[in-house]
Nanobody, 121 residues
């Protein structure tokens, strides 16, 4: 299984931006699709965005479409999530995980610790 380490979270005002990173080890990163997920307080974990192995195909949840951008650097085994126009509803712990494809949103590896994003109004 891969090891997943998320970072980049923090406190930001509504309308602001953050860039999350996820460093992956223990797996041939460039061979797998990857996804971002989030879990808000008191809610279940939900899918946010996914990207295929090459970066040529992406898929977003409707709630973040047009505001978030998923990207990857296979040479650095790192996944990114650029988040713009943040709202308080985006407040959550954000996680990355390997997925079978960009339309299958089950995480295949053990979840990391996540990174907390807090958006103030």
């Amino acid at each position: 299984q891969a090891q997943l380490v998320e970072s980049g979270g923090g406190l930001v005002q509504a309308g602001g931006s953050l860039r999350l990173s996820c460093v992956v080890s223990g797996r041939t990163f460039g061979s797998y699709s990857m996804g971002w997920f989030r879990q808000a307080p008191g809610k279940e974990r939900e899918f946010v965005a996914a990207i295929n192995w090459s970066g040529a195909m992406v898929y977003y949840a409707d709630s973040v479409k047009g505001r978030f951008t998923v990207a990857r650097n296979n040479a650095k085994t790192t996944l990114y999530l650029q988040m713009n126009s943040l709202t308080p509803e985006d407040t959550a712990v954000y996680y990355c995980n390997t997925v079978a494809n960009i339309y299958n949103h089950d995480g295949l590896d053990a979840w990391g610790q996540g990174t907390l994003v807090t958006v103030s109004s």
